[in-house]
């Protein structure tokens, strides 16, 4: 998207399956956060204090990130949305929690809509399946979907499926999936079920690039 680079929901550093990326390498332009869990937020600050990215996040993450001493931040909520010049970024609803690590309320759990000349893009956060994703379509016709589907936490990769086609999406990338060993899931088994149904799953390995 005109060469710009967005991050989502940095978990790298306690995160072992992430152990070959140096955090300090990355510079994006943008950091989208869906909300405050710890596995979504853990090098946010370091990122953004590096990179002087800006960081988009619902209100409450947006002050939490004023006080660590983030100042290039942008906070929203749930409906709006922010006109990047390239792109356009708005925030809609995740069935989720969302505090901080200390406890502290994180405001509301979200996903984004990247809308772009070159790239339409949902990308889901941590959600449930719900039906306020059917109004996606009436929204923006979507290339790609990055869709949580671990389950246990979230949806579980029968209802990601389900959410394909409730938005209408043809690629789907796989997302929040054998981190922790409660979601943990069976590739082969969720491959087929995409397959059977006459969709595209991704699910890639920490590192690997995918073009769309
Ligand atoms: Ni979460």
Known sequence: MQGKSI??????TPNPLAAGIDINSLKPDYLLITHGHYDHIA????IAQNSGCLVIACFE?????????VGNTLGMNIGGTADLGFAKVRMIPA???????DGSYAGHAAGFLINSPELNLYY?????????????????SLDAACICL???FTMDYRDALRCAEMIRCEQIIGMHFDTFEPISIDHKAALEHFS?????LYLPKVGEHLNI
């Open 61 to 69: 993450i947006h002050e939490w990130l004023q006080r660590q001493g």
């Open 150 to 152: 671990g389950g246990h």
């Open 196 to 200: 059977a149904a006459g969709r595209k």
């Open 95 to 101: 069935v989720h929690s969302s505090s901080f690590p």
């Open 43 to 46: 090098d946010a600050v370091q």
């Open 7 to 12: 991050i989502f929901d940095p978990f790298i």
């Open 124 to 140: 889901s956060g941590d959600t449930d399946l719900t039906r306020d994703m059917e109004l996606i379509p009436d929204i923006c």
